[in-house]
């Protein structure tokens, strides 16, 4: 192993990749609990989570605020390289934090990190797919390593990112409390929700291909971090993309382990198994019936997909997707709910915090016996709560 020659190739990937922070003056939410990690030291630290929503950004802005090297293990120019070696080489040389984007991208990755921590080689700070968590429990780095999820960029995120709209972050008894003056000082942000619909989440360059690029993603994702599940067959695969282009077509609860099966020509334990692991990538989300323990875990869900992904699959079809289905889309990707199973009798969408809601468009009256009505518009009479304010919850 020739370590001066590796150290070389590492930092002129550095400086490189580090150009891409020039044009870059803001920063995601989770920047500052990463960088209380990063200086704590105490775990090495994984940042998991969808393709495209930063992870690349995030990272680099944490090298450059700690000091530490970064490189891609995807980059040529350390392909014979191991990550061992390479961390290995760069602590030689001085270098004790070393920053790994898509570490998933060497065989291996998981033991030479293991031994990296053993032997106190370097502070290690990675990104990977978010299906690399099983890999790192698997691998017993959960008494070394801590993961992190980065969500989907939120709509007040987007808003600040893109429109350079700074909102204040919000909680749930905030929002209910005081949605009159909240919806009067930021309602300007309510306009945004198309664009946020067919354009947020991600944070790629909003270009005239967006949609071509996200569904370029998401081929990504079904060919490397879905076919890197261990026991994922080819064909498979094939049906991730499927998949995912049947959830958008359809309305949430017009799905059900049946009627997938029958798309994808799959019985039922197959299905389950399946939508299982699509899940760890983070391309779909299911939201169970609201119960206690396991039971809700059997019950059938509703699927919904992370934004931009209904837009793009829909156009890319010749569709348009259901603005019903991006409403709620919109809601669950906000705040972390169950839904409430229909009776006979009408029932609300959702339940948070033991709070029901039920989410549809402006003229929506109260008709299922809804603790709030969360509806297009700024309306904040009787129960009514406008739709946008949940997209500033994170």
């Not at 990463?34 to 930063?54: A, D, N, P």
């Not at 960029?153 to 919000?170: C, H, N, Q, T, V």
């Not at 289905?325 to 609300?348: G, K, M, Q, T, V």
Request: positive net charge; aromatic residues 10%; contains cysteine.
């Amino acid at each position: 192993m020739d370590s001066g020659n590796i150290v070389t190739r590492v930092l002129e990937g550095q400086s490189e990749a580090m150009k891409r922070l020039e044009a870059i003056s803001k920063k995601r939410s989770a920047f500052a609990h990463l960088s209380s990690l990063v200086k704590e030291k105490e775990y090495f630290l994984g940042i998991t989570g969808l393709r495209g929503v930063g992870k690349t950004i995030l990272l680099l802005q944490l090298a450059e605020e700690s000091g530490a090297v970064y490189f891609s293990a995807d980059n040529r120019n350390l392909r014979g390289d191991d990550i061992y070696d390479i961390i290995k080489a760069l602590s030689g040389a001085g270098h004790k934090s070393v920053f790994i984007d898509e570490i998933h991208a060497k065989p291996g990755w998981d033991s030479d990190l293991k031994s990296a921590y053993d032997e106190g080689l370097a502070y290690v700070a990675f990104t990977g797919s978010s299906a690399i968590e099983m890999k790192t429990l698997k691998a017993d780095l959960s008494r070394r390593a801590v993961l992190e999820r980065l969500r989907p960029a939120s709509f007040r995120e987007w808003l600040s990112i893109r429109k350079g709209a700074d909102l204040p972050i919000l909680s749930i008894k905030k929002l209910v409390r005081e949605r009159a003056s909240l919806a009067r000082d930021f309602g300007h942000a309510a306009k945004f929700l198309a664009e946020y619909y067919s354009s947020g989440g991600v944070l790629y360059s909003a270009k005239s291909q967006f949609h071509k690029t996200v569904v370029s993603t998401i081929e990504t994702i079904a060919y490397k971090d879905f076919a890197a599940i261990k026991g994922v067959e080819e064909d498979t695969v094939e049906n991730f993309f499927r998949l995912l282009q049947l959830v958008a077509h359809s309305k949430p609860m017009e799905l059900s382990y049946s009627s997938i099966g029958e798309a994808l020509g799959k019985n039922k334990v197959w299905v389950m198994r399946f939508l299982a692991n699509v899940e760890r990538t983070e391309a779909i989300k299911r939201v169970y019936p609201c119960g206690e323990g396991l039971k809700p875990f059997r019950k059938e869900a509703k699927y919904y997909l992370p934004f931009p992904y209904r837009a793009a699959l829909c156009e890319s079809s010749g569709r348009k997707p259901d603005i019903g289905s991006l409403r709620e889309e919109f809601f669950i990707n906000h705040l972390d709910c169950c839904y409430i199973r229909p009776s006979n009798s009408p029932s609300a969408d959702f339940k948070a915090g033991g709070i029901s809601f039920e989410v549809g468009g402006p003229g929506k009256g109260s008709r299922q016996g809804a603790d709030y009505l969360v509806l297009d518009g700024l309306d904040t009479s009787g129960n009514r709560l406008p739709l946008f304010l949940f997209g500033l919850l994170y």
